[in-house]
């Protein structure tokens, strides 16, 4: 998942800052196929529960948007120091790591409280009478979680490479929450509105963690076994 780390640091800020026009600019910010995503209802794909608008946007444009923006920016950041070939975590880089996990932690307390209280957040997927699909989130939003606190938590002098990892972890679980959002914009450029379509791209953004934490665990796992001094090793 190395390989992987700058291109998902790039998509995380790019979509942190998107939020922030979505959710201050609304409308004016306009993307063929997005009126046909988000709405109250079950014709819209991305279905959202009745309640204050004006105060959900407020919370997600402080939360994705703005804290976002400054968490990944600091996440890119980190990325810059990795392409440096760092070895151990700087005062500078434990802040920036701190910052990032703090975003990664209120996005796992978030998503926990919508898999398991009823009636939480916006996204209602009832109308897709899937709601086996909340245990997948609820296994997503822990880990993804964890590794933010772990960051939250990062001391000077420690493991760069642990640092690197989880923070990458942390962008992939993000960028696999908007599979989704993503999959319906391009139904909808091609005129591709079919239900069976829209439940297969839901249960594949909720169910990708599954498959892409363990193995990201076994790989990373067979990388510190041959690591000789032992360096980012994970407990």
Request: glycine fraction near 10%; hydrophobic fraction near 40%.
């Given at each position: 998942?190395?390989s992987a780390e700058a291109p998902l ?56 948007g703005f804290l976002g923006t400054a968490a990944q920016y ?162």
């Amino acid at each position: 998942m190395e390989s992987a780390e700058a291109p998902l640091a790039c998509f995380g800020i790019g979509l942190s800052v998107l939020t922030i026009l979505w959710q201050t600019q609304g409308h004016a910010c306009y993307i063929p196929g997005y009126d046909a995503i988000w709405g109250t209802g079950e014709s819209f794909q991305y279905p959202r529960r009745p309640g204050n608008d004006l105060i959900w946007r407020a919370i997600y444009a402080s939360m994705y948007g703005f804290l976002g923006t400054a968490a990944q920016y600091s996440g890119l950041r980190i990325t810059t120091d990795r392409l440096n070939r760092k070895k151990k975590v700087t005062k500078t880089t434990q802040q920036r790591a701190r910052l990032f996990g703090l975003f990664h932690s209120v996005l796992g307390v978030h998503h926990t409280l919508w898999s398991v209280v009823p009636g939480y957040g916006r996204l209602d997927l009832s109308h897709y009478d899937m709601p086996w699909l909340q245990g997948f989130a609820l296994m997503q939003s822990v880990y993804t979680g964890y590794q933010g606190v772990r960051l939250l938590l990062t001391e000077e002098g420690s493991s760069f490479r642990d640092v690197v990892r989880r923070k990458t972890i942390a962008d992939a679980s993000s960028a696999m929450t908007v599979i989704g959002a993503f999959g319906f914009l391009f139904m909808n450029w091609f005129g591709l509105r079919d239900r069976k379509i829209e439940k297969a791209l839901w249960v594949i953004t909720f169910t990708a963690p599954a498959v892409v934490f363990p193995m990201e665990a076994y790989f990373s796992s067979k990388a510190n076994s041959k690591d000789d001094g032992g360096e980012g090793k994970d407990d």
